[in-house]
């Protein structure tokens, strides 16, 4: 069980160049599940990169609404396990405060893969349960949000080595750098950055969410959820997306390509 905290594997691999086949090594990103179990019962089942994984799992539970402030939580362990069929796993072990049921919207057991963070979710409704419009009165200047596309590149050492993996960023209204996480999955990533910000107590009201990725409805509920007034994207959302981030008082920017979109709640841009 030592290799668990391993971000990558080296596998060999082929490539050809017209008639010449040659062999190489390539790195890349490593998968492994985690097992995400609150209060002795088995909740989810991740599939992730074994990186911050107390982050992951503490942030997961925050952006499903079964806490909603870090001292909620009593205890988070986290092990290596070895599943019957030899498979290598991880355990993250979550003992909230209350020891009643869990909130209808957390409870059931379900399977999140990388790419579809709401996969295993019973009932749409329940992503949004308990989710409150974002309040921030902060303003952020538009020549600081278009250096976060080349700030971002700077904190993802694991996609220069995999090409891979996703990255969030959390950066300040001055455009410094607070929380960076990867993982081969943008929603994890994120509640990797969410995890983190909620176990250091940092404020959210003045903070900008920078994803690697596109900005999908579960993105942004997990954004509105965490507090952040803004979300920038590398590339073009998707039309849920630009609707919950209108409701949920959420300015949401795509920086597809070298250049800028702002769809939702234009007033905090100091510019307009």
């Known amino acids: 069980m030592n290799d668990y905290h391993k971000t990558y594997l080296t596998f060999r691999s082929f490539t050809m160049n017209g008639s010449k086949i040659s062999r190489e090594k390539t790195d890349l990103t490593a998968e492994i599940p985690l097992q995400i179990i609150v209060n002795g019962q088995s909740h989810t089942l991740i599939m992730f990169t074994p990186q911050d994984i107390r982050e992951l799992a503490i942030g997961f539970v925050f952006t499903e609404g079964l806490i909603k402030d870090f001292k909620e939580i009593k205890d988070c362990k986290v092990s290596g396990v070895r599943e019957k069929d030899g498979e290598e796993a991880i355990e993250a072990r979550i003992e909230l405060v209350s020891k009643g049921p869990l909130p209808m919207a957390a409870s059931g057991k379900r399977v999140s893969y990388s790419s579809c963070g709401i996969c295993g979710t019973e009932n749409y409704n329940q992503m949004k349960t308990g989710l409150k419009r974002v309040k921030s009165a902060h303003r952020f200047a538009m020549d600081m949000l278009k250096e976060l596309p080349h700030s971002l590149e700077e904190f993802q050492p694991l996609y220069t080595k995999t090409g891979g993996a996703h990255a969030a960023v959390l950066f300040d209204s001055k455009g410094e750098q607070i929380v960076h996480c990867e993982d081969m999955g943008r929603h994890n990533a994120l509640d990797k950055v969410i995890g983190s910000t909620l176990i250091r107590g940092i404020s959210s009201e003045d903070k ?47 920086m597809a390509k070298n250049t800028n979109r702002i769809y939702t709640h234009v007033r905090r841009i100091k510019e307009f």
């Open 208 to 254: 900008v969410l920078v994803s690697s990725g596109r900005a999908s409805l579960e993105m942004i509920l997990k954004t509105a959820r965490a507090g952040f007034p803004v979300f920038v994207a590398m590339s073009r959302p998707t039309s849920r997306a630009v609707e919950a981030a209108r409701f949920y008082n959420v300015t949401l920017i795509d």
